[in-house]
Every structure is written in C-alpha cells, then in structure tokens.
C-alpha cells in the first residue's frame, strides 16, 4: 500500500460454497496512488520494489508463496489513481486442489495483473 497522501484501508473478509467446497476469502483494499499495468505484472517478483530503498521487494513475494503454499490463489486489481484490492481465496479443509476466486468476484484484469502466478 502506497497512500503519500493519506487514504483508507478496508479489510474484509468471508466464505463460500463452490463445487461442493468451501473457501475462505480475503479482501484488502485501498484508496491510494494504484499502481500501472508494468508495477502489477511484477509485483509478485522476488526483490521488485517501488518504495526505492525503503523497500526490501519482498511482501507481495511472500505473501503470494503463503497463498501458494496453501493452495489458494492471490489477485490484484489496480488502476492508478484508483487504489488497489487485493483478494485472496484459500481453500477450506473439505476443498481438494486449488481454489479460484468466485467467478462473481473475479475481475477482468485478475488474470493480467498477477502475470502467470
């Protein structure tokens, strides 16, 4: 998150049902700069860091290996000017495999933004 200028921070967070499996979601969301289509495809790299050396690159990275680990799946929607959400669904102890976000909360530019992750 990347607010210079102030902003707000909404977590959320919930489950549901899909082909006889629950999933747990997580929703963060801000109002801050939003990030362009170049920053969202690296974001998840190891070290890839917009904060300059205040930065150490690594909390999307991590985050994402958690998820992953977990087989869940991580996905980023961002504009820049509009702020960003990041949702992440995990897959409940009945789910079996990986899980993918609802087709309800999905977004057009999920698949894009994560950049094959």
Not at 27 to 36: E, L, Q
Not at 73 to 96: D, F, K
Request: charged share 20%.
């Amino acid at each position: 998150m990347h607010m210079p200028d102030g902003g707000t921070v909404q977590i959320s967070s919930g489950s549901y049902q899909a082909e006889n499996s629950e999933y747990a979601e997580i929703k963060i969301k801000d109002t801050g700069i939003g990030m362009s289509n170049e920053v969202k495809q690296k974001v998840f790299d190891p070290f890839f860091s917009t904060k300059g050396p205040k930065g150490t690159g690594l909390g999307m990275s991590v985050a994402y290996g958690i998820v992953a680990r977990h087989h869940g799946n991580i996905a980023l929607e961002s504009e820049l000017g509009q702020g960003t959400t990041c949702l992440s669904v995990l897959p409940g102890r009945n789910a079996g495999g990986t899980s993918q976000p609802h087709e309800e909360r999905s977004h057009g530019d999920e698949e894009d933004s994560n950049s094959g992750h």
